[in-house]
């Protein structure tokens, strides 16, 4: 059999992640993998992703790929994916889940900046609970890959940035790095820290091969997490973050929707059986719902 092609965007955090799995699949199976860099619409849109992100801008191109045959499967940052189907495409696999946590990039801690110190953040859900844990913040506004927003805070333009901890170790900027937000400081993304291994529907051979890098917990969590956001019919322009993890056997997911303001927030947690990861999911939602968690949502600054 010749090369596995694997379609990966071309940034250095995804050709670094996309370059783990292909190593991770030959030691498995024993296939050579060569990567196959794509163009995305996230990566030439100068939009804010708080206005394009959701629909799915940095994983259509490759979704693309794999429909025509051109590429064999493809590696996305699972936070990137929308949570609804995809015609034709299934997910064969969730690999093992990175750090899930949220960094402050710059010179110092959160207590530490000043009063009015300007932090860097496109991100909705970042910006509400930044507000509410430093109400005195100028939050900024900012895109582009991860280098481009850590050169912001070398410039002098931005006190800090925040961004995954997962991604800058991918990319070996750790040292940027000064205080990693815990899940109750900061609730992650869905997904966030996590892969997804994407190939066409109705090829056994390959989900065969792919699943030999598939984490069930991780699935499972990633499962938990993604059905808390399109019950809630969120994107990734809403304060919405959910985590889940394996306590003793259990699956424990934690999911919050925060004001804009970050002046008020609705969290809560539910545990159960892996198995049940969905309707973990959907219950927590609609106690979130039941909650005024849409009311919550929807109110701007
Ligand atoms: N397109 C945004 C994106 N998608 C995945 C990651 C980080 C890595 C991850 O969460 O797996 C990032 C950058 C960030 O949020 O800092």
Do not use: W
Request: net charge negative; charged share 25%.
């Amino acid at each position: 059999m010749s090369a596995l092609k694997l379609g990966t965007r071309k940034s250095l955090m995804a050709t670094t992640q996309s370059r783990l799995v292909a190593d991770a699949l030959t030691q498995r199976t024993g296939h050579a993998v060569e990567l196959v860099g794509v163009t995305t619409e996230g990566d030439v849109s100068k939009a804010l992703l708080a206005q394009i992100g959701g629909t799915g801008v940095f994983v259509n191109a490759l979704r693309d790929r794999v429909l025509a045959g051109e590429v064999d499967f493809a590696v996305h940052s699972l936070k990137d994916l929308p949570t609804g189907p995809a015609e034709g495409i299934v997910l064969a696999a969730t690999p093992l889940r990175d750090d899930p946590r949220d960094a402050l990039c710059g010179p110092a801690k959160l207590a530490d900046l000043r009063r009015g110190a300007r932090v860097g953040t496109g991100s909705p859900r970042r910006v509400a609970q930044l507000r509410a844990l430093r109400p005195d913040l100028e939050v900024v506004p900012i895109r582009g890959n991860a280098d481009t927003r850590l050169r912001k805070v070398t410039d002098g333009e931005l006190d800090a940035v925040v961004l995954a901890y997962a991604g800058l170790r991918r990319i070996g900027r750790e040292d940027d790095v000064a205080e990693i937000f815990e899940p109750d400081q900061m609730l992650p993304a869905p997904g966030q820290g996590c892969l997804a291994l994407e190939c066409r529907a109705g090829r056994a051979d390959l989900l065969e091969l792919l699943g030999t890098v598939d984490d069930p917990v991780t699935r499972a969590a990633v499962v938990a997490e993604r059905t808390v956001l399109a019950v809630l019919e969120a994107g990734c322009s809403a304060p919405v973050g959910a985590y889940a993890a394996e306590e003793e056997q259990e699956l424990r997911l934690t999911a919050a929707v925060v004001a804009h303001d970050g002046s008020r927030q609705i969290r809560l947690s539910a545990s159960g059986h892996p198995d049940q990861a969905e309707r973990i999911g959907r219950e927590l939602a609609a106690e979130l719902l039941a909650r005024g968690a849409d009311q919550l949502m929807g109110e701007r600054d």
